[in-house]
């Protein structure tokens, strides 16, 4: 930037200050009121591209069905075991209630479950599979036909004209045949027996909880939990109608809590917006303080935070006008913008205050600040946003969307800084005129320290040579398992309060089965019946798939399909069994013979509106068609959370051949898996683009070779050391951390970039780095309680982030203030030194003649 504009700025902002400060304060209002209207979306969709599979099969889930988040209530007995009846009494009402609210708000409700055991009680013929009543039924005629040979080739023993055979001459044992064997064999468990027996776990036919206290109700709304608007109103529609019972409630002694994963999603919000308000908070306390530390007066702290205030709302302002929400990886964008925008107005008043305390006067300190400040801060400004803003290229909308809050907040706050510091100063000055303090003596330890520090620039560039290649080859060896392929590692700590957790962990306990899974979106009832069937082949053929996947289930397992081919097989079965067929049966396989030819005789069309509307309704779409749907249900031992399982449980999930076409199962574990590819697909690459983006800024603003590798050289080393120290000390790479590469390449180009302006325009190092040494460290800090603040989030990935970034940040400050000068040292210095018409405009004092080790390199 032309330092005449910067001079007409400054001398417009001081002399306009009004103007300036009632356009600033007018335009924060607007920013704020339109970021007010900022949301935040918590979900691993909002951080894919839209083109993505999963989130165009998650979007057609929720546009067909409404998604697959669960509401569970838990009715909980205050007087123990004892009351558990009255808990089930309150259950069976609040189920009514709850069903009422369909189809607008609950599409299913699963709680009184004797009606579905009853369902296949009555019906368990027609569930059995096609190939296994054919199978029967060739059993029987081959059975039946044999014994025909054996005894007379002209008897017939279904001929019911026939004279019956004395029960002696004949015994049949049909429990020997492998169809009819289950059925027939009164060693094992009828059919009647072994559905009581699946149900028998369901205490009185309700999900109780093993301690008896309490009744769960599974709720699966029809609305998507992907808005928090409209998880609220759901929310809020169930607690309105528990509320309607609480008299009886209280006379009963009940207690009715509400858990699952929209209750929790809620919470998660909640959580997400306590956490980045704290975190701004604490963050913006503690840079002012220690800015107030470090300025010893309160004068250069307010026109900071004026500064910054603008620009954070504009940023934000921007971001609702231009993208309109918030994730999970952007919420805390706030605190990391503070502590990295506030960098340029604390070199910015550094200058301005060492020249007031030498007694010039507003105008000049101003003019002559901004001179000083200007290049390295644009510098540092620009690379940071080009870091950020490298981002942009990904595909993924939670990079794209950091890139852009951070590129273009970084700017907004650069500019706020030249622009608006001067007019507040000038207010401040209005209001109490400046009175600069009585210089005291001292002796000058920071010059000393600095010379003792930089005696032996040879031994520093060995160290950290040495240093950067020992961090290199340890990141490489362990670069495979570089990235973190836990996945509980990323989750949220526990949200909500202790009620929720306790009453989320006893509803769960009760349902006894796990409700994770995957839903494929087919076009017709037989598809659906078709995708599980190519499923079960595929994990026939795939041992670890049949690990990672419990079943896949579809409305056949709720209404038979096939009805009248089988009803016509079990007529058949039924019409064979006769009595006289009976009579040449061992007595107790006859007595089982006779049950089960009674169930099939009972047997009949079941249509969709006689099945138990709890297990129908999960199949239905909002629509009302019935049948498309096909779950995919995970093991509860899966453990998904292990990058390799969730892998092979997407890829097993998908592309499942069903006539002719390729269909995917859609869900949220889906959806991370497609995120942990996109990320390592493009982390890498974005990556790299940041960095040859950055090295081919610092090329264009200082020139000249020497400037620009003492530079990069400070910037490698710091990023190579970040790398190594975070691998020894066991941070691993994830979708959320990833980022913190670039940021990093941009953050270090601004300590360098500061320090080599001064050291260039001062044609010396030692007092360079004492001028703007203090500044830079106390930039550093205020960026590490910017990160820091992630270390606060209830979320694992955002600490990491946290973590990861502030080591960067140790790391490029040391490698700014401590290699940076001794390589300067080492190099000859007219080939980074300012040449004499180049010297920045407005230095008070002549450039400090070079000391001994500068006239040397120079020499």
Same mark, same amino acid.
């Given at each position: 930037?032309?330092?005449?504009?910067?001079?007409?700025?400054?001398?417009?902002?001081? @002399?306009?200050?009004?103007?300036?400060?009632?356009?600033?304060?007018?335009?924060?209002?607007?920013?704020?009121?339109?970021?007010?209207?900022?949301?935040?979306?918590?979900?691993?969709?909002?951080?894919?591209?839209?083109?993505?599979?999963?989130?165009?099969?998650?979007?057609?889930?929720?546009?067909?069905?409404?998604?697959?988040?669960?509401?569970?209530?838990?009715?909980?007995?205050?007087?123990?075991?004892?009351?558990?009846?009255?808990?089930?009494?309150?259950?069976?009402?609040?189920?009514?209630?709850? @069903?009422?609210?369909?189809?607008?708000?609950?599409?299913?409700?699963?709680?009184?479950?004797?009606?579905?055991?009853?369902?296949?009680?009555?019906?368990?013929?027609?569930?059995?599979?096609?190939?296994?009543?054919?199978?029967?039924?060739?059993?029987?005629?081959?059975?039946?036909?044999?014994?025909?040979?054996?005894?007379?080739?002209?008897?017939?023993?279904?001929?019911?004209?026939?004279?019956?055979?004395?029960?002696?001459?004949?015994?049949?044992?049909?429990?020997?045949?492998?169809?009819?064997?289950?059925?027939?064999?009164?060693?094992?468990?009828?059919?009647?027996?072994?559905?009581?027996?699946?149900?028998?776990?369901?205490?009185?036919?309700?999900?109780?909880?093993?301690?008896? +206290?309490?009744?769960?109700?599974?709720?699966?709304?029809?609305?998507?939990?992907?808005?928090?608007?409209?998880?609220?109103?759901?929310?809020?529609?169930?607690?309105?109608?528990?509320?309607?019972?609480?008299?009886?409630?209280?006379?009963?002694?009940?207690?009715?809590?509400?858990?699952?994963?929209?209750?929790?999603?809620?919470?998660?919000?909640?959580?997400?917006?306590?956490?980045?308000?704290?975190?701004?908070?604490?963050?913006?306390?503690?840079?002012?303080?220690?800015?107030?530390?470090?300025?010893?007066?309160?004068?250069?702290?307010?026109?900071?935070?004026?500064?910054? *205030?603008?620009?954070?709302?504009?940023?934000?302002?921007?971001?609702?006008?231009? &993208?309109?929400?918030?994730?999970?990886?952007?919420?805390?964008?706030?605190?990391?913008?503070?502590?990295?925008?506030?960098?340029?107005?604390?070199?910015?008043?550094?200058?301005?205050?060492?020249?007031?305390?030498?007694?010039?006067?507003?105008?000049?300190?101003?003019?002559?600040?901004?001179?000083?400040?200007?290049?390295?801060?644009?510098?540092?400004?620009?690379?940071?946003?080009?870091?950020?803003?490298?981002?942009?290229?990904?595909?993924?909308?939670?990079?794209?969307?950091?890139?852009?809050?951070?590129?273009?907040?970084?700017?907004?706050?650069?500019?706020?800084?030249?622009?608006?510091?001067?007019?507040?100063?000038?207010?401040?000055?209005?209001?109490?005129?400046?009175?600069?303090?009585?210089?005291?003596?001292?002796?000058?330890?920071?010059?000393?320290?600095?010379?003792?520090? *930089?005696?032996?620039?040879?031994?520093?560039?060995?160290?950290?040579?040495?240093?950067?290649?020992?961090?290199?080859?340890?990141?490489?060896?362990?670069?495979?398992?570089?990235?973190?392929?836990?996945?509980?590692?990323?989750?949220?700590?526990?949200?909500?309060?202790?009620?929720?957790?306790?009453?989320?962990?006893?509803?769960?306990?009760?349902?006894?089965?796990?409700?994770?899974?995957? &839903?494929? *979106?087919?076009?017709?009832?037989?598809?659906?019946?078709?995708?599980? #069937?190519?499923?079960?082949?595929?994990?026939?053929?795939?041992?670890?798939?049949?690990?990672?996947?419990?079943?896949?289930?579809?409305?056949?397992?709720?209404?038979?399909?096939?009805?009248?081919?089988?009803?016509?097989?079990?007529?058949?079965?039924?019409?064979?069994?006769?009595?006289?067929?009976?009579?040449?049966?061992?007595?107790?396989?006859?007595?089982?013979?006779?049950?089960?030819?009674?169930?099939?005789?009972?047997?009949?069309?079941?249509?969709?509106?006689?099945?138990?509307?709890?297990?129908?309704?999960?199949?239905?779409?909002?629509?009302?068609?019935?049948?498309?749907?096909?779950?995919?249900?995970?093991?509860?031992?899966?453990?998904?959370?292990?990058?390799?399982?969730?892998?092979?449980?997407?890829?097993?999930?998908?592309?499942?051949?069903?006539?002719?076409?390729?269909?995917?199962?859609?869900?949220?574990? &889906?959806?991370?898996? #497609?995120?942990?590819?996109?990320?390592?697909?493009?982390?890498?690459?974005?990556?790299?683009?940041?960095?040859?983006?950055?090295?081919?800024?610092?090329?264009?603003?200082? @020139?000249?070779?020497?400037?620009?590798?003492?530079?990069?050289?400070?910037?490698?080393?710091?990023?190579?050391?970040?790398?190594?120290?975070?691998?020894?000390?066991?941070?691993?790479?994830?979708?959320?951390?990833?980022?913190?590469?670039?940021?990093?390449?941009?953050?270090?180009?601004?300590?360098?970039?500061?320090? *080599?302006?001064?050291?260039?325009?001062?044609?010396?190092?030692?007092?360079?780095?004492?001028?703007?040494?203090?500044?830079?460290?106390?930039?550093?800090?205020?960026?590490?309680?910017?990160?820091?603040?992630?270390?606060?989030?209830?979320?694992?990935?955002?600490?990491?982030?946290?973590?990861?970034?502030?080591?960067?940040?140790?790391?490029?400050?040391?490698?700014?203030?401590?290699?940076?000068?001794?390589?300067?040292?080492?190099?000859?210095?007219?080939?980074?030194?300012?040449?004499?018409?180049?010297?920045?405009?407005?230095?008070? #004092?002549?450039?400090?003649?070079?000391?001994?080790?500068?006239? +040397?390199?120079?020499?």
């Amino acid at each position: 930037m032309r330092l005449d504009l910067v001079s007409r700025l400054t001398a417009a902002s001081l @002399r306009r200050w009004r103007v300036f400060l009632a356009g600033a304060v007018l335009a924060s209002v607007a920013s704020f009121w339109l970021a007010s209207h900022l949301e935040i979306r918590s979900s691993f969709e909002e951080l894919l591209p839209e083109d993505v599979p999963s989130v165009r099969h998650a979007k057609e889930l929720a546009r067909r069905v409404g998604g697959d988040g669960t509401i569970l209530v838990e009715v909980e007995s205050l007087d123990g075991p004892g009351g558990l009846a009255r808990a089930e009494a309150m259950a069976v009402k609040l189920t009514e209630d709850f @069903r009422a609210l369909r189809p607008d708000v609950i599409r299913a409700v699963e709680s009184d479950v004797r009606p579905v055991e009853r369902w296949y009680t009555d019906h368990w013929p027609m569930f059995l599979p096609l190939d296994t009543l054919r199978q029967a039924q060739r059993d029987l005629v081959g059975a039946l036909g044999s014994a025909k040979a054996k005894l007379n080739p002209a008897m017939n023993l279904l001929g019911e004209d026939e004279d019956a055979l004395p029960a002696g001459e004949l015994r049949l044992d049909l429990s020997r045949r492998e169809g009819l064997g289950d059925l027939l064999d009164p060693t094992k468990p009828g059919p009647r027996e072994q559905v009581a027996k699946r149900f028998e776990r369901f205490a009185d036919g309700f999900m109780v909880h093993p301690d008896r +206290r309490s009744v769960t109700i599974l709720l699966r709304p029809t609305g998507t939990s992907l808005g928090v608007g409209e998880v609220r109103v759901v929310l809020d529609r169930i607690r309105a109608t528990i509320d309607r019972h609480q008299p009886e409630l209280k006379a009963d002694r009940l207690y009715v809590g509400v858990g699952g994963s929209y209750a929790i999603l809620l919470a998660e919000y909640e959580s997400i917006v306590k956490d980045a308000a704290i975190s701004f908070a604490i963050v913006m306390a503690l840079v002012l303080l220690s800015i107030v530390a470090f300025y010893r007066e309160i004068r250069p702290v307010l026109a900071l935070a004026g500064a910054l *205030l603008a620009g954070i709302a504009a940023t934000f302002g921007l971001t609702w006008l231009v &993208i309109g929400y918030l994730n999970t990886q952007t919420a805390f964008l706030g605190s990391i913008v503070v502590g990295t925008g506030v960098n340029y107005g604390i070199v910015y008043l550094a200058r301005v205050s060492q020249l007031r305390r030498r007694g010039a006067s507003l105008e000049e300190a101003c003019q002559e600040g901004a001179s000083a400040a200007v290049k390295g801060t644009l510098l540092a400004s620009v690379g940071t946003s080009v870091a950020f803003g490298t981002l942009l290229v990904a595909t993924n909308r939670g990079f794209r969307h950091f890139g852009f809050i951070g590129g273009v907040g970084v700017l907004l706050c650069w500019v706020a800084t030249f622009a608006l510091i001067p007019a507040l100063l000038a207010a401040l000055e209005r209001l109490r005129p400046y009175r600069a303090p009585a210089a005291a003596a001292s002796v000058d330890r920071g010059s000393l320290l600095i010379d003792r520090l *930089l005696r032996r620039p040879r031994a520093i560039a060995a160290g950290f040579a040495v240093l950067t290649a020992a961090s290199l080859a340890v990141f490489v060896w362990h670069l495979p398992n570089a990235m973190e392929r836990n996945l509980d590692n990323l989750t949220n700590d526990a949200t909500g309060g202790e009620e929720l957790r306790r009453d989320h962990a006893r509803a769960r306990e009760a349902l006894g089965t796990s409700v994770a899974g995957a &839903i494929a *979106l087919l076009p017709t009832r037989d598809g659906a019946d078709a995708y599980c #069937d190519a499923l079960r082949q595929r994990m026939k053929e795939q041992p670890r798939l049949a690990q990672l996947i419990e079943s896949c289930e579809t409305v056949a397992t709720v209404i038979p399909s096939h009805q009248e081919e089988k009803l016509a097989i079990l007529r058949d079965l039924g019409d064979r069994l006769t009595d006289r067929v009976l009579a040449h049966l061992p007595a107790d396989q006859a007595r089982r013979a006779r049950e089960i030819r009674a169930q099939l005789a009972e047997q009949r069309l079941l249509g969709d509106d006689e099945g138990p509307p709890s297990l129908v309704d999960q199949y239905r779409e909002r629509d009302g068609t019935v049948g498309r749907l096909a779950f995919v249900r995970a093991r509860g031992d899966a453990k998904l959370e292990l990058g390799p399982n969730l892998r092979a449980y997407a890829a097993g999930v998908r592309d499942v051949p069903v006539a002719g076409g390729k269909y995917d199962a859609a869900g949220a574990d &889906i959806v991370v898996a #497609d995120l942990l590819e996109d990320i390592e697909r493009q982390g890498p690459r974005v990556t790299l683009l940041s960095f040859l983006c950055v090295c081919a800024l610092v090329v264009v603003f200082f @020139r000249t070779r020497a400037r620009s590798a003492l530079l990069l050289l400070s910037l490698g080393s710091g990023v190579a050391l970040m790398a190594g120290f975070a691998t020894v000390t066991g941070i691993k790479i994830n979708f959320f951390n990833f980022i913190v590469f670039p940021i990093t390449f941009g953050i270090a180009v601004d300590y360098g970039a500061n320090v *080599l302006s001064r050291m260039v325009s001062r044609r010396n190092v030692a007092p360079a780095l004492k001028e703007v040494g203090g500044a830079v460290i106390l930039c550093s800090w205020t960026t590490i309680v910017g990160y820091g603040s992630l270390i606060l989030s209830f979320n694992r990935a955002l600490r990491s982030f946290g973590w990861y970034a502030m080591l960067g940040e140790l790391t490029t400050l040391v490698t700014a203030i401590v290699l940076l000068p001794a390589l300067a040292k080492l190099f000859p210095g007219e080939s980074w030194m300012a040449r004499p018409g180049e010297a920045i405009l407005g230095e008070d #004092d002549p450039p400090a003649a070079a000391d001994g080790d500068d006239r +040397r390199a120079a020499g």
